[in-house]
């Protein structure tokens, strides 16, 4: 008989009924009385579980002992259109075998109801229970949707390297990787590690983005983009920062700001609707159980028109709105997330494009408008998330280029490579960059960000 997955079952039900399944999987419950008990089994292919009768004629109550919750089984038997409320088909279990035990003493899940909190401290487990189940597969079908979207536009998925030489941001704030011995390191004459003798034979480290080489790929291929993960630093304990993410970097040859924002605003709808479409039984659970206006808020958001304006007129609205924030808000300062979901869901009550930055609080590479103060720099702002895409039309002319990294004290060893698509066929070209988690945070309706990355890795936290 051929193992059928649970959603397969539930997928088309009447395809299945009358048939003989076998069903493997790890046992959510199991309850009932001496003359039939009942296994709630999940796959993990579905956040819904599939219901087995054991009718207890056919079985010994010492080998329905082991079936515990948490533990693993695989069952064969008929197909029924169930009787009870809460399920359309049930299996009558003809025969099981036990996998794996779990000890109820010692499960750690054994109990239903643990708070996140709690799971964060077994976040070995938690991919077995119901929320993180269903966070996990909404997070695939996201990065599925990424794929198919650009492969639809025609752009080209580029590789681009996650140990590198050249710090992107410029926000110094990378993981250094080397071999050299820690408690031994060979030093120059001048009394200075001598990375000569590092694996690279310089210093090198993970990479913040893939922009840059991301550039390379662009004014080679046209449309690129890259979707890996990405390494930071900084000591920031927030809901809204890992120190690795995933990131989705696009980056096309001949596109301008509005441009940009237009491939943002529509790539971010459509990885959106794909989650409601194909994600429908996982995000009605995580509403119900975190987030009653989780689906409206999504739709909302792919039938809004972004509302597009400038840094200026943004801190305009923010002075004025006589709000207090905790953090001063005042032209030239960096805008922290208060102040960005403030516009959004205050103010505009609609995802929010702000654009033109002051030069100061962005990278080197944005392109320098005419005012000398401002940058083509575009940050998408959403509910709930604050920024979500950071993103720039690029500084295609390699004078103004030259003199910003000159300016900023940028080693020009690290950049003449990268200052070569401006030496050579430069052309006027645009990207961003997408938090690949707090896109899933936002569709998940999940409030941390540790609880929407199987693996999260923070300050003083690298478990498993
Ligand atoms: O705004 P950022 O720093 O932009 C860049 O890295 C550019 N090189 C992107 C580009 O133009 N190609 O980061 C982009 C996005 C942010 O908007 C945010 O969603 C996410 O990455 N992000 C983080 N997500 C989780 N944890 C962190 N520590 C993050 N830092 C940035
Ligand atoms: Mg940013």
New binding site residues.
Partial sequence: MQHVKIARIFADPQKHIGKNVEVKGWVRTRRGNKQVQFVALNDGSSINNLQIVFDMSKFTDDEMKQITTGASIRVTGSLVESMGKGQVCEVQAAEFEVYGTADPLTYPLQKKGHTLEFLREKAHLRPRTNTFGAVLRVRSALAFAIHKFFNEKGFFYLHTPLITASD??GAGAMFQVTTLPLNNLPKTEDGQVDYSQDFFGKPTALT????LE?ELGATALGEIYTFGP?F?A?N?NTP????E?W?I?P?MAFYDINDNMALAEEFIKYCISYALDHCKDDIAFLAKMYDEDLENRLRFVVNSDFVRLTYTEGVKILEESGHKFEFPVYWGADLQSEHERFLVEEHFKKPVILTDYPKEIK?FYMKQNEDGKTVRAM?VLFPKIG??????EREADFDKLNKRIEELNIPMKDMWWYLDTRRFGSVPHS?????F??LVLFVTGMTN?RDVIPFPRTPKNAEF
């Fill in positions: 992107c941001e913040v983005s893939g922009q991301g990405t930071r900084e920031s809204r920062h890992l120190s993410f990131m970097e980056e990278a940050d920024e979500i895409i950071g993103g720039s990207g961003f960059g997408l938090g988690e707090r960000i």
